[in-house]
Every structure is written in C-alpha cells, then in structure tokens.
C-alpha cells in the first residue's frame, strides 16, 4: 500500500470515528416542563429526558443547573435514572422569574461520552 493511500485510510478511519463518537454522545430529547412554559407550579421539579441512559454520578448539582432571571443559582438536588434526570428545588421557585436550565459537558452516557 503507498504512503498516500495509507493517509487517506487513516484519515477516513478517524473521520469514522468521530461520527460514531459523536452519535454516542448524550442529547437531551425531552423537558418537563417544556421550553417556554409559564404558570409553572411553585414546587414543580423539572426533568429532562436524554437519548441515552446517562451515568448518574455525571448528572449532579454541578453538571445540572437551574438559576432563575436575576442570575441567582437555584438550589436543590439532582438525581438521575436511566435517561431521566429531575432537579428538585429545596425551596419554591418565586413568582414572576424565569428559570433557566444549564446542562454542562460533564454530564456522560453509560459509555462515558
């Protein structure tokens, strides 16, 4: 096999593996409650639904993050089954605030990407 034809298998071999390792990694399919909802109940959880089912030790109060209009960080707790992660508030949400929810890299499926 010449040179050039070796580059170009082991550059079509690493294009391969990064579309699989890129159709590995998590994605968010589902929110509860929606993007854009109001009326929201003051003690409402809110969930979000992955592709796959992620590592529960990755989805944690530092991967999942909820903080509402005025920048100020929501506390509570974050748990994770399967594909479903849901943070519960330690306290209610205030009225007339928009919350907005970060999920960060951090957070791996059961293969670790």
């Known amino acids: 096999m010449s040179l050039e034809k070796y580059r170009t298998l082991v550059r079509l071999v690493g294009l391969l593996i990064t579309v699989l390792l890129s159709s590995w990694c998590i994605k968010v399919t589902a929110t509860d409650p929606t993007d854009g909802t109001t009326g929201v109940a003051r003690d409402a959880v809110i969930q979000v639904t992955f592709d796959l089912n992620a590592q529960p030790a990755s989805v944690n109060t ?32 205030a009225l007339l605030r928009v919350y907005t929810v970060t999920l960060t890299t951090g957070i791996r499926n059961f293969l670790g990407f």
């Open 62 to 93: 530092g991967t999942f993050l909820v903080e509402d209009s005025l920048g100020n960080p929501v506390s509570g707790s974050v748990t994770c089954i399967n594909n479903v992660a849901t943070f519960t508030p330690t306290s209610e949400l």
